[in-house]
């Protein structure tokens, strides 16, 4: 029987994914340059304890937990999506686009405006991440080609614009002041009202992920083959394309370009559950949090009081587990 037609396995990786996340939110609420006990952390969130307690729980730590827990869901759903459509395990979010558009969005938002704040510059990086993709898409549909051509249009304007960015950053040296900490990808900064400003489109996003499911398990397959089995790719095509933007466009706005998550989920969840996409989807937007939560804790702890931002303890983490899972395929192989 195949990990696809064993439906325990999925439940019980499910459930595994769900009790480590619980322990990574107790955790991202917990520690820090203030540690705090467990039970002083049920008393904050109950409205008992001391104000100093309730400020470091309510105001720093809940904010920041809620946007790692909808930032690492965003993205490990949008790898998941983007490996399955393109059948590449090597594919992330980042390959329509997406980091490149919300990012040299941001740079014109700090150069040309001023701007500074996490909540200032959201609907920028939104912006940018949705008009790139779009951008993206009318040129990768102008042909033959479907997922590759994508692709391929998603690196080409992805390393322009990163080039114009940069440039942009280099020629003002305080927009790239301004810049450096988002641009790192952290938690820092972005409080419950940019929460619940992207919290929309990941809930779209989110929905059209799932009614593509079925679609994506045939593609798995083939392209010649889900059309045989009455699956409309083109319109798969674009439904991926739509959730990936939403996603990683609000997951980018919000914590900033954040890599490996995209592309290291969907490869871990596999291995737990089996390739099933109505399976994989789900436990990826559980498994995302707990790498991004993982990270912001660690970071936190580094160089304690200072911080590492979290995109950039993600990179340390993903690149030896890419390693083990790429030697680990390897010895299959053969």
Do not use: C
């Not at 980042?94 to 909540?119: D, M, P, R």
């Not at 798995?220 to 739509?242: C, H, K």
Request: no cysteine; net charge positive.
């Amino acid at each position: 029987m195949t990990a696809a037609a064993r439906p325990g396995r999925g439940i019980l990786g499910t459930g595994v994914v769900a009790v480590i996340l619980v322990v990574a939110v107790i955790a991202s609420l917990a520690l820090g340059a203030n540690p705090l006990a467990p039970p002083a952390v049920i008393d904050a969130l109950a409205g008992r304890g001391t104000t100093e307690t309730a400020f470091v729980v309510w105001d720093l730590r809940v904010p920041r937990t809620l946007v790692g827990i909808v930032a690492g869901a965003a993205l490990g759903a949008a790898g998941a999506l983007m490996q399955a459509f393109t059948r590449n395990p090597l594919a992330d979010p980042g390959l329509l686009g997406v980091g490149a558009g919300a990012a040299f969005a941001v740079a014109l938002a700090v150069a040309l405006f001023g701007l500074s704040g996490a909540g200032e510059i959201i609907w920028p990086a939104f912006a940018g991440a949705l008009v790139v993709t779009l951008a993206v898409y009318v040129i990768g549909a102008s042909g033959t080609g479907g997922a590759v051509r994508l692709i391929l249009a998603g690196v080409a304007l992805g390393a322009v614009l990163s080039g114009v960015t940069t440039a942009i950053t280099l020629t003002d040296p305080e927009a790239f002041d301004r810049m450096r900490g988002w641009n790192a990808g952290s938690l820092l900064g972005a409080g419950l009202d940019d929460l619940a400003a992207i919290g929309p489109f990941v809930a779209a996003g989110v929905l059209v992920a799932f009614t593509l499911a079925n679609g994506l398990n045939a593609i798995a397959l083939g392209d010649d083959v889900a059309r045989s089995q009455g699956v409309d790719v083109g319109r798969i095509r674009i439904g991926v394309v739509v959730a990936v933007t939403l996603l990683a466009g609000a997951a980018t706005a919000i914590a900033g370009p954040i890599s490996f998550v995209g592309l290291m989920i969907p490869h871990v969840v596999k291995w737990i559950v089996g390739p099933d996409q109505r399976v994989v989807l789900p436990v990826s937007l559980l498994a995302g949090p707990v790498v991004v939560l993982a990270a912001d804790v660690l970071g936190r702890l580094l160089i304690a009081p200072a911080e590492v931002p979290v995109g950039i303890v993600v990179a340390f983490i993903g690149a030896p587990l890419l390693i083990a899972l790429a030697r680990r395929r390897t010895a299959k192989a053969r």
